[in-house]
Structure formats: structure tokens, C-alpha cells
């Protein structure tokens, strides 16, 4: 039997282009979360930028993360740019970083900069997550092919306005619905690129049932944690 996950969402404050002050945000963000896996927003080591320059798992400026990581037992899902270019997510943990995603559904915006990546699952603890980036929840064919690789939990970062909080929920049960999973949606709070002065925060973990868990306010620096059991 796997041991219990406990998994957070944060949404940071994040300064544009800055990865090594918002690095530093993420690496309080996973200390103060105290959890085995924290998943943060889109884009979230630059800010929705689409413009930012791609960030290597090899980046000097990601240290203060993956040393929060090797004091807390973390494995930290952040949002940058990455080699392709891709709109990625980041893992992070005491031996470092790799990229494990590439976003697939890109906005008309973003696909100018970057190409699609493919679904994804990564393993934590005997757990399989299914790895999503903001557009990939609202289309339910992401959703079934990530699920067909097998997963426990579908665990999304997102930037949405501040009036499209509601989708957060709408697409997590949805999914809990369709494929039985529990889901986890990381979102911006505070102004970003991309034209997003403000931003919904309300960060969300979702039971397999589609019961919201647990869930943030609207403030930058807020964090939300459950635990899963099987």
C-alpha cells in the first residue's frame, strides 16, 4: 500500500522575468507548506511572460529550491519556460531539477513562442500524477489521455483572471467525475504578464468525489494542503 500523500498549492508573489526573486518565493512557499509535493502556477518562476527566456534544470538561481526541497522532503512542480520552447513545469527536489512537461494546448498567443509538449505522468511515492497547464484542464480530451496513462491525481498550474476563479472548480470536478481522480489546481494571485493585472488566485485541491478540500483566498503567498490516502 502507498504511504499517504500530502500534497499543497501555492501562489507565490512573482516579480516579471526575476527567476532568481521569485526562485527564492518558491523556496519559502515550500517550507511553509510542509507537504510531499507542492504545485505552483503557470509560468510561475517568471511570471506569464511569453517573451521570458527559457530556464535550465541546470540554472544556478533554482538553488534556494532545491534546498528547501532537501530540508522539507519536497518534490516542487514549478512553472517556467523550458528548452523546445515549451510552456513546462519543473521538478524539483534534493538532487535537483528536470523539466517533466511541456503544456499541449496552447493559446493562438502562446503557440508564436512555443510548441506543444505531450501528456505526461510522473511517479511520487507509488502515486501517479497526471501533469496539466492551464489550457490542457479546459479540454476534456487532455484530461482522458493523461488518464489513460494511469493516475492517481491530476495536478494543474494556471494563470486565470481574477473573474474566472470559478473555473478552477468546474474543471477539477469534472475530471474527478470522468476519471475518478482527486485534482490539485495551482493559480496565480497578483499581477503577471500577458495582460493579467489581476489574477484569481483561489487555488484549489479537489477530492476524487469533486468535494473542494481544501482552497486559498485571493492574496498572493497563500497556501492550501490536503492528504491523500490509498
Known amino acids: 500500500m502507498a504511504r499517504p500523500l500530502s500534497i499543497a498549492v501555492a501562489q507565490p508573489r512573482c516579480a516579471a522575468h526575476d527567476v532568481a526573486a521569485n526562485a527564492v518565493a518558491h523556496a519559502v512557499a515550500v517550507r511553509a507548506a510542509a507537504a510531499?509535493?507542492?504545485?505552483?502556477?503557470?509560468?510561475?518562476?517568471?511570471?506569464?511572460?511569453?517573451?521570458?527566456?527559457?530556464?535550465?534544470?541546470?540554472?544556478?538561481?533554482?538553488?534556494?529550491?532545491?534546498?528547501?526541497?532537501?530540508?522539507?522532503?519536497?518534490?516542487?512542480?514549478?512553472?517556467?519556460?523550458?528548452?523546445?520552447?515549451?510552456?513546462?513545469?519543473?521538478?524539483?527536489?534534493?538532487?535537483g531539477a528536470r523539466v517533466v512537461y511541456g503544456k499541449v494546448h496552447l493559446h493562438r498567443s502562446e503557440a508564436i513562442h512555443f510548441v506543444p509538449g505531450e501528456p505526461a505522468v510522473i511517479d511520487v511515492d507509488e502515486w501517479r500524477l497526471g501533469l496539466a497547464v492551464c489550457r490542457d484542464t479546459g479540454l476534456p480530451e487532455h484530461a482522458a489521455k493523461t488518464a489513460a496513462l494511469g493516475i492517481d491525481g491530476y495536478v494543474a498550474g494556471v494563470v486565470h483572471a481574477d473573474h474566472e476563479s470559478g473555473l478552477h472548480g468546474e474543471r477539477a470536478r469534472r475530471v474527478a467525475a470522468d476519471h475518478g481522480v482527486w485534482v490539485a489546481t495551482a493559480a496565480f494571485a497578483g499581477p503577471t504578464g500577458g495582460g493579467f493585472d489581476r489574477t484569481s488566485g483561489r487555488s484549489g485541491i479537489w477530492s476524487a468525489d469533486g468535494e473542494l478540500l481544501a482552497g486559498t483566498g485571493a492574496a498572493p503567498d497563500e497556501i492550501a494542503r490536503a492528504v491523500f490516502v490509498k
Open 36 to 95: 510531499r509535493v507542492v504545485v505552483f502556477p503557470e509560468m510561475s518562476l517568471t511570471g506569464y511572460e511569453l517573451d521570458a527566456t527559457p530556464v535550465a534544470p541546470d540554472d544556478d538561481r533554482l538553488a534556494p529550491i532545491v534546498a528547501a526541497c532537501a530540508e522539507t522532503g519536497t518534490l516542487a512542480l514549478a512553472g517556467a519556460p523550458v528548452a523546445g520552447p515549451r510552456i513546462g513545469i519543473l521538478a524539483l527536489d534534493a538532487d
